[in-house]
């Protein structure tokens, strides 16, 4: 069994109050911010929304300009193409969205309007027809 000295302990010390040695490389990799700012990433999230955005705002718009848009927005979300760095599959890859189910949450969105505009538009026809045959 050995006994600690003075020095020891000083110098045991000292080594824990010694600068640690670093690269500048290994200084900022510790202050950089953990998200760091990606554009193309930014932009991507863009155009997801945007389509999204469109998709069932233009749905039953019979303005030509904006059934366009709803038009394209449908195309690119059902589009299976991956092999552009903005389509679909690729933009909800890089931002971890599940794209299958917002393509179906969407497609089911869209067919419970059709629906539901087909009823009320048949009860619409009823009612003016029923009112017609009155006067």
């Not at 904006?66 to 931002?95: H, M, P, Q």
């Not at 869209?110 to 045959?133: D, F, M, N, P, T």
Request: proline share 4%; hydrophobic share 35%.
């Amino acid at each position: 069994m050995g006994y600690r000295t003075d020095a020891d302990t000083k110098k045991e010390v000292t080594i824990l109050f010694e600068p640690d040695v670093l690269l500048p490389a290994q200084y900022f990799e510790t202050t950089k911010k953990k998200f760091q700012a990606m554009p193309e990433k930014d932009l991507a999230l863009a155009v997801l929304e945007d389509a999204v955005y469109s998709f069932p705002k233009y749905l039953l718009v019979p303005d030509k300009k904006r059934t366009l848009l709803f038009k394209e927005a449908e195309r690119w979300i059902f589009d299976d193409d991956d092999s552009g760095i903005f389509s679909y599959r690729n933009v909800c890859d890089v931002w971890d969205i599940d794209g299958d189910y917002l393509r179906s949450g969407l497609l089911r969105w869209k067919e419970k309007q059709l629906s539901s505009r087909i009823k009320g538009g048949a009860c619409r026809v009823r009612k003016q027809q029923g009112h017609v045959r009155r006067g």
